[in-house]
């Protein structure tokens, strides 16, 4: 596809389950970026991939969220033992190079029940 | 420790008229801003961006404003139409960290 790609679309989970989150960013793109939307606040950085650089993980809020991206391209960003205030919208961004405009999917929409 | 704020949670303007959406930052080091435009249910989308070497970019019926001393940016848009109906966010990354740091988003609602 031509824009960065979020699976799934939506999530409902128990409270203490595992999930993972899917990222497929625009071809050729070197950076990748995880941010997630609480409801009724702004975009919170969670992690950053750039090219074959240790990624900068400062964002994720505790040891239970962890990410990977693997050959450059796909990304999966994985919470375990899911807590309700876990819930969020998670998105995904790419881009060209770092510092360059960023392109996001659509999300993924995370409710932990 | 906010970065980047966009301290109007909201903002309601007639159509044609001017909207202006502000954007306060304190980290210095921040050299690139960005504005994005958000749909309900959809991911952000890119709007304009600006250096920090540059007072103004313009993109059609989008401008936008930098004033490095004061820390502040500014979107324009004029003349404003219903579909710019949407949650704006202002970001900035700088030039040692290129990982975008985002306000809290204003809602703008542009009313026929």
């Known amino acids: 596809g031509a824009g960065v790609s979020q699976s799934p679309s939506n999530k409902v989970t128990e409270k203490g389950k595992d999930v993972e989150l899917r990222c497929d960013p625009i071809?050729?793109?070197?950076?990748l970026y995880w941010y997630r939307q609480s409801l009724g606040q702004g975009l919170e950085f969670l992690i950053y991939?750039?090219?074959?650089?240790?990624?900068?993980k400062s964002g994720l809020p505790s040891d239970r969220f962890s990410a990977e991206r693997t050959g450059g391209s796909v990304s999966t960003l994985t919470i375990q033992r899911t807590q309700q205030e876990d819930s969020a919208v998670y998105l995904c961004?790419?881009?060209?190079?770092?510092?360059?405009?960023?392109?996001f999917g659509q999300g993924t929409r995370l409710t932990v029940v | 420790d906010q970065q980047v704020k966009q301290n109007s949670p909201s903002l309601s303007v007639q159509e044609g008229r001017i909207s202006i959406l502000n954007c306060d930052y304190t980290?210095?080091?921040?050299?690139?801003f960005l504005w994005y435009k958000k749909y309900p249910a959809e991911g952000p989308t890119f709007l304009i961006s600006?250096?920090?070497?540059?007072d103004k970019n313009e993109d059609g019926r989008f401008t936008v404003f930098l004033n490095k001393s004061a820390k502040h940016l500014s979107l324009h848009i004029v003349p404003s139409q219903p579909g710019d109906s949407a949650v704006y966010f202002c970001?900035?990354?700088?030039?040692?960290?290129?990982?975008?740091?985002f306000g809290k988003g204003t809602l703008l609602t542009v009313n026929p």
């Open positions: 980290n210095s080091m921040f050299d690139y």
């Open positions: 600006i250096s920090s070497i540059k």
């Open positions: 970001a900035a990354s700088g030039s040692s960290n290129y990982k975008l740091t």
């Open positions: 961004a790419s881009s060209l190079a770092a510092g360059a405009e960023a392109f």
């Open positions: 071809s050729g793109h070197t950076a």
């Open positions: 991939f750039q090219g074959n650089s240790a990624p900068d």
